[in-house]
């Protein structure tokens, strides 16, 4: 059975059963989540992130889908719920990546292994309806309803677009088990579609998603839910552990970031992110795709150097990634402070050098933190040679490294890179300062004022002006 040979009238039926829901919510005041990851080996390209709170209209929606769509592959699944909220995750969502807490092993599992899934807690409920009709449009291809048995009868072909609607109508029950039940069937039908497109070799982008928001999930927590884990849709990298290289049992530099982006230049602009092979769920666990060969540091000595080892990324069978930095003590203010000196870059015998500026150091006894570290853009990381380094770029989010006075396996208190006089501070002190100016020009006027001394008594003589002729 060919994708291509599909009746119109499933699709036509579906799709009143769809425009039936929306109009019957008489209300687009609510908010549901959406969640998109690719298959294993096809990164989704990073996006910035909502601010928190914010709601996603559909304008948003399109501009996210266009820049996802445009670099994943062409095979889309749609699983469409009937009612959604972003507390179902948060409470039953369990510890991320935790298969006995959480009723979603199957979606945190793919979430896990997908490269920086993309995650908007509050897409608004008017949004919601756009995102079958905006997936037409970039995918040019009708919707396909499926169940789990008539995938497995498909013939799928990865080199022709296709968009796959997976309707999930389970619904919230009337309390908090039921409630879990339903979603339970949900994830499990999530698994067994994915199962299926692994086992046919067919690289996915996936999207979950509903209709309207769940209103049950408000009156289950009001019920006392007794185990509330932590939400499914907190960032992965929230969740991983620092790396920390010990010696003799006992850590001395702890590295932690939500992102480690290297880019190459071969014609167009090549990213890898190495954080996921990097960091780890657990603080006693180190992700076995990275090693800390040659790496040193002690408790007296004036260096420490942290070498990241990797395989195959980019092309390259060997790649490193090295942080340099030293402790010196400073007369003027009397303490002890260390620098981040330099990055270095290794690749199949090549390197490529990047000095760090002024603006990378710290207090000896405390951790550097800085909300992006990059070379290229208000660079942190200068190229020592721009002939050699000028081909790489570097690109470090929510970064934060301590090589000195390490204390077990947390951070010590963290010296920001961010300075405390922002462009919002000066605005308001300058702008206090000249209301402060305008107040006292005002005062000042207002003691100046003087009575008359002299007035015209109507019984005595009348005052008399002599006029200058």
């Known amino acids: 059975m060919a994708v291509s040979c599909v009746s119109t009238a499933p699709v036509v039926m579906a799709f009143l059963l769809f425009l039936s829901a929306i109009l019957s919510t008489g209300s687009c005041g609510g908010q549901v989540p959406l969640v998109l990851w690719s298959s294993e080996g096809h990164p989704v390209p990073r996006q910035t992130p909502p601010p928190a709170g914010h709601v996603v209209s559909a304008a948003e929606l399109d501009s996210y889908l266009s820049s996802v769509l445009a670099a994943t592959p062409r095979y889309t699944l749609l699983f469409l719920q009937d009612e959604l909220s972003v507390d179902d995750f948060t409470v039953f969502g369990g510890v991320f990546g935790n298969k006995e807490d959480s009723v979603f092993p199957h979606l945190e599992s793919a979430l896990k292994a997908s490269s920086s899934p993309l995650v908007l807690p509050a897409l608004s409920w008017g949004g919601s309806s756009a995102v079958l009709p905006l997936l037409q449009q970039h995918l040019g291809t009708p919707p396909l309803y499926l169940d789990p048995p008539s995938l497995t009868q498909l013939r799928l072909n990865a080199s022709v677009a296709a968009l796959l609607v997976i309707p999930l109508p389970y619904k919230a029950g009337s309390g908090p088990e039921s409630s879990r039940d339903a979603l339970s069937g949900n994830d499990a039908v999530i698994g067994q579609v994915l199962e299926i497109m692994k086992a046919q070799a067919v690289p996915y982008t996936a999207i979950y998603t509903a209709f309207k928001p769940s209103r049950q999930v408000a009156e289950d927590l009001s019920e006392g839910v007794q185990s509330v884990g932590r939400s499914l849709l907190q960032a992965p990298a929230g969740t991983l552990a620092p790396l920390q290289y010990s010696v003799n049992g006992t850590a001395c530099i702890l590295l ?206 009348a005052i008399s002006v002599p006029l200058n002729e």
């Open 256 to 461: 932690w970031a939500e992102s480690l982006e290297v880019s190459v230049f071969n014609k167009t602009w090549q990213t890898y992110d190495l954080a996921p092979e990097t960091f780890s769920t657990s603080l006693n666990v180190t992700n076995p795709n990275v090693t800390l060969a040659n790496s040193t540091c002690g408790a007296t000595q004036a260096e420490s150097r942290l070498v990241l080892n990797y395989a195959n990324v980019l092309g390259f069978r060997k790649f490193s990634l090295t942080f340099t930095m030293s402790r010196r003590f400073y007369p003027v203010s009397a303490r002890e402070w260390f620098t981040l000196d330099a990055v270095e870059l290794e690749y199949d015998g090549q390197t490529a050098f990047f000095n760090g500026s002024r603006d990378l150091n710290a207090p000896a006894e405390y951790s550097y933190h800085c909300a992006s570290v990059t070379s290229f853009s208000h660079a942190l990381l200068v190229p020592f040679d721009p002939t050699e380094s000028g081909q790489w770029r570097l690109s470090f989010t929510d970064f934060q490294i301590q090589g000195f006075s390490v204390a077990g396996p947390r951070f010590s208190y963290a010296s920001d890179c961010a300075s405390f006089f922002t462009p919002g501070i000066w605005m308001g002190l300058l702008v206090t300062l000249l209301m402060l100016l305008i107040l006292t020009y005002g005062l000042h006027m207002i003691t100046q004022l003087r009575t008359m001394d002299r007035f015209d008594d109507p019984k005595g003589p």
